[in-house]
């Protein structure tokens, strides 16, 4: 998982074009969009962290590389949602 915060992204159509220019580099990459935090998590499917960072530069926003956290990334085992079966 790559992750970016676009502290820049403000609205739901800076997500629809961020998530549009990420597919157009990557058709296959997964692609969350954490609009309250400016999260922009993706699983790549060719494409690498530079090719990512650069599509959504062309678009008009700034990323800036951050580590992808265990809340936003992965799910508490043994649970369907992450809830830890709480």
């Known amino acids: 998982m790559i992750a970016f915060e676009v502290r820049d992204m403000t609205?739901?159509?800076?997500?629809?074009?961020?998530?549009?220019?990420?597919k157009?580099?990557?058709?296959?990459?997964?692609v969350q969009i954490d609009l309250a935090t400016h999260r922009v998590l993706v699983e790549p499917g060719s494409a690498?962290?530079?090719e990512l960072a650069e599509a959504i530069k062309d678009a008009g926003y700034?990323?800036?590389?951050?580590?992808p956290t265990n809340?936003?990334?992965k799910k508490a085992a043994g649970s369907c949602c992450g809830c830890g079966g709480r």
Do not use: E, N, R, Y
């Open 24 to 30: 157009a580099v990557d058709h296959a990459a997964k």
């Open 48 to 50: 690498d962290a530079d």
């Open 62 to 67: 700034s990323p800036a590389p951050v580590a």
């Open 11 to 22: 609205c739901g159509h800076c997500v629809s074009t961020i998530t549009k220019a990420l």
């Open 71 to 73: 809340a936003t990334t």
